[in-house]
């Protein structure tokens, strides 16, 4: 079993910064890829970004390429995604995801363990 629990999220303007983390507990992080999900209301959850095990890969949503970058910290257990130039339409509920994987995914499915969301509302 693993649990993730993220913090970070707020209210902030569009054009300005957040930076979310994730903190796992109960196996070893270093064996899991980790991703980054969100969803808006009314909307799928949608693949953000995510991070190989070793922490050497990432991969992002066209979406955010450029303004989002995903980290992970394996000796605090942490996963982080920083978010810049933030738009309204980056607002959503974001969840972390861990895979017991060397490598993340986009697809939501092939994750088994994920927290319970931070809220990221973005004004214009």
């Known amino acids: 079993q693993v649990q993730l629990v993220e913090s970070g999220g707020g209210l902030v303007q569009a054009g300005e910064s957040l930076r979310l983390s994730c903190v796992a507990s109960?196996?070893?992080?270093?064996?899991?890829?980790m991703g980054w999900f969100r969803q808006a209301p009314g909307k799928e959850r949608d693949f953000v970004a995510g991070?190989?095990?070793?922490?050497?890969?990432?991969y992002y949503a066209d979406s955010v390429k450029g303004r989002f970058t995903i980290s992970r910290d394996n000796a605090k257990n942490t996963v982080y995604l920083q978010m810049n130039s933030l738009k309204p339409e980056d607002t959503a509920v974001y969840y972390c995801?861990?895979?017991?994987?060397?490598?993340?995914?986009?697809?939501?499915?092939?994750?088994?363990?994920w927290g319970q969301g931070t809220q990221v509302t973005v004004s214009s």
């Open positions: 109960g196996r070893t992080f270093s064996a899991y890829a």
């Open positions: 991070i190989a095990a070793y922490g050497g890969n990432t």
């Open positions: 995801a861990a895979r017991e994987s060397l490598l993340p995914g986009g697809a939501a499915s092939l994750y088994g363990y």
